[in-house]
C-alpha cells in the first residue's frame, strides 16, 4: 500500500505562486511517473503535469510556461510550481504516481483557490 500527502495549497491573489508537494510512502519497490491532476468544480479532472521515470515532462496546454513539475527520487517526492496563477487555475490538485508493475495511487487532494 502506498500513501501520497499533499501539501501547499491554499489561497492566493491572481498573479501569485503556490508550490504544491506529494510525499510518498509506504511499501513499493520503485516510483515509476508521478503526475499532477486537477479538478474544478463541475469540471472533469485534468492532468495538469506528469514526470515520467524516464525523463521529460508534460504539461497540460493551460498550464503550459506557468507550471513547473519537479522530482526528488530521494524523498519519494514530486512537487508543482506554479506561477501567475488565475482564477481558472482553482481547483483541487491531487498527485497521482505509479510504482512497480503499474499499481496507481492517488491523493486526497489540496484546495487551490486564487482571487481576483
Known amino acids: 500500500q502506498v500513501q501520497l500527502v499533499e501539501s501547499g495549497g491554499g489561497l492566493v491573489q491572481a498573479g501569485g505562486s503556490l508550490r504544491l508537494s506529494c510525499v510518498a510512502s509506504?511499501?513499493?519497490?520503485?516510483?515509476?511517473?508521478m503526475n499532477w491532476y486537477r479538478q474544478a468544480l463541475g469540471k472533469q479532472r485534468e492532468l495538469v503535469a506528469g514526470?515520467?521515470?524516464?525523463?521529460?515532462?508534460t504539461y497540460g496546454e493551460p498550464v503550459k510556461g506557468r507550471f513547473t513539475i519537479s522530482r526528488d527520487n530521494a524523498k519519494n517526492t514530486v512537487y508543482l510550481q506554479m506561477n501567475t496563477l488565475t482564477p481558472e487555475d482553482t481547483a483541487v490538485y491531487y498527485c497521482?504516481?505509479?510504482?512497480?508493475?503499474?499499481?496507481?495511487?492517488w491523493g486526497q487532494g489540496t484546495q487551490v483557490t486564487v482571487s481576483s
Open positions: 514526470s515520467p521515470s524516464g525523463g521529460g515532462r
Open positions: 497521482n504516481v505509479y510504482v512497480d508493475y503499474g499499481k496507481e495511487y
Open positions: 509506504g511499501t513499493f519497490f520503485r516510483i515509476n511517473a
